[in-house]
């Protein structure tokens, strides 16, 4: 039996009561074979850190009650964009930039397309001229699929001395 996949929209607003620990939950699914990773222990910050932004969005993908994944980000402040770190130039001048953080689906739903219709749903409402994310060099797997959803690779960084190397990708969401 084919069960539906229902996508739920959150903003920085009215988050549930449990919200938080649901996402936790979820990542902790997600990365259970490198959870004795120093920089996945430290998710609840990050989630704290994205939930706390000026517009913050996410959309939860639900089988039944039971989430399945989640892509959440905000809007990057003026000139604190990741990808101004690269080469990268806006070729129409416009660098409103949204930052997709997270995009994760627990293994035992993957390979269903609910990580591709959770990205969708977050950048479908987007004002911002440019839509980034960061993906660790050593899934190339990864890297791919962002560019199956019109993201380029414009460079590289570290943001935290104990993260991976991340590729820098940018798409355009207005062309």
């Given at each position: 039996?084919?069960?539906?996949?229902?996508l739920?929209?959150?903003?920085?607003e009215?988050?549930?009561?449990?919200?938080?620990?649901?996402?936790?939950?979820?990542?902790?699914?997600?990365?259970?074979?490198?959870?004795?990773?120093?920089?996945?222990?430290?998710?609840?910050?990050?989630?704290?850190h994205?939930?706390?932004?000026?517009?913050?969005?996410?959309?939860?993908?639900?089988?039944?009650?039971?989430?399945?994944?989640?892509?959440?980000?905000?809007?990057?402040?003026?000139?604190?964009?990741?990808?101004?770190?690269?080469?990268?130039?806006?070729?129409?001048?416009?660098?409103?930039?949204?930052?997709?953080?997270?995009?994760?689906?627990?293994?035992?739903?993957?390979?269903?397309?609910?990580?591709?219709?959770?990205?969708?749903?977050?950048?479908?409402?987007?004002?911002?001229?440019?839509?980034?994310?960061?993906?660790?060099?050593?899934?190339?797997?990864?890297?791919?699929?962002?560019?199956?959803?019109?993201?380029?690779k414009?460079?590289?960084?570290?943001?935290?001395?104990?993260?991976?190397?991340?590729?820098?990708?940018?798409?355009?969401?207005?062309?």
């Amino acid at each position: 039996m084919t069960r539906v996949i229902e996508l739920r929209h959150y903003g920085k607003e009215g988050l549930p009561d449990g919200f938080r620990q649901m996402l936790i939950d979820v990542h902790a699914d997600a990365y259970a074979d490198a959870m004795d990773d120093e920089f996945n222990q430290r998710f609840p910050w990050f989630v704290d850190h994205w939930s706390g932004m000026n517009g913050f969005t996410c959309v939860v993908a639900f089988d039944g009650d039971e989430p399945t994944g989640f892509a959440y980000g905000a809007p990057l402040q003026p000139g604190r964009e990741w990808w101004r770190s690269t080469d990268f130039e806006p070729n129409n001048a416009y660098t409103a930039t949204y930052a997709v953080s997270e995009v994760m689906v627990r293994p035992q739903w993957r390979k269903q397309g609910i990580s591709d219709r959770l990205h969708e749903a977050l950048l479908e409402k987007r004002e911002e001229d440019l839509a980034v994310l960061l993906v660790d060099v050593t899934h190339p797997k990864v890297q791919a699929l962002y560019e199956m959803w019109g993201y380029e690779k414009v460079g590289e960084q570290q943001p935290f001395a104990d993260s991976p190397v991340f590729a820098v990708m940018v798409k355009r969401l207005h062309p």
